[in-house]
T-cell receptor, first 112, second 109 residues
Framework: DVKVTQSSRYLVKRTGEKVFLECVQD?????MFWYRQDPGLGLRLIYF???????EKGDIPEGYSVSREKKERFSLILESASTNQTSMYLC???????????FGQGTRLTVV | GENVEQHPSTLSVQEGDSAVIKCTYS??????FPWYKQELGKGPQLIID?????GEKKDQRIAVTLNKTAKHFSLHITETQPEDSAVYFC????????FGAGTRLAVHP
């Protein structure tokens, strides 16, 4: 069975903290993605990666960075968390372009 | 880059009615046209997809139709049921997968 696992379901962090959101997939997929979802705005792409150590900016990369040292793991880093980064974060993976994407259960991050 | 527009943004139907959601796209680089469904508290899941060498595909109560000339593809749900209530997305892009705002469908008993 296909599985994308996000390390936390709920997370509360303080303003200014460095935050790590982890995502692991067990399907040997090439592509991995990080999105944030806010009411009325749908899913917005933060970063994606189509290979190990490769990363590309999505539509809203400001305030975020990513790391993909191993194929199965894609980490989203908030260098200095701010309250406007309070959101639902969704990780996904796909075998390649033009194929089905599989999503994790999401991490609801609250920055106070 | 890819631009995704879905219409309508919200749709409310009575149980048993049909629902149609239309997706208009700008970039023709991808030949893959999927529809995803997101239920409350879950990540989006693929429900049906079509490739550009096919004009229509059906899977029980759902179907997708593609008009490449007009650059739009549509999701059709017949005999809607309350469990069809969800947000539906038509993402576009080859490696850079753009989802957009989605369509919120409410099916009332």
């Amino acid at each position: 069975d296909v599985k994308v696992t996000q390390s936390s379901r709920y997370l509360v962090k303080r303003t200014g903290e460095k935050v790590f959101l982890e995502c692991v997939q067990d399907m040997d997929h090439e592509n991995m993605f990080w999105y944030r979802q806010d009411p009325g705005l749908g899913l917005r792409l933060i970063y994606f990666s189509y290979d190990v150590k490769m990363k590309e900016k999505g539509d809203i990369p400001e305030g975020y960075s990513v790391s993909r040292e191993k194929k199965e793991r894609f980490s989203l880093i908030l260098e200095s968390a701010s309250t406007n980064q309070t959101s639902m974060y969704l990780c996904a993976s796909s075998p390649s372009g033009d194929t089905e994407a599989f999503f994790g259960q999401g991490t609801r991050l609250t920055v106070v | 880059g890819e631009n995704v527009e879905q219409h309508p943004s919200t749709l409310s139907v009575q149980e048993g009615d049909s629902a149609v959601i239309k997706c208009t796209y700008s970039d023709s680089a991808s030949n893959y046209f999927p529809w995803y469904k997101q239920e409350l508290g879950k990540g989006p899941q693929l429900i049906i997809d079509i490739r550009s060498n096919v004009g229509e595909k059906k899977d029980q109560r759902i179907a997708v139709t593609l008009n490449k000339t007009a650059k739009h593809f549509s999701l059709h749900i017949t005999e809607t049921q309350p469990e069809d209530s969800a947000v539906y997305f038509c993402p576009r892009g080859y490696n850079k997968l753009i989802f957009g705002a989605g369509t919120r469908l409410a099916v009332h008993p």
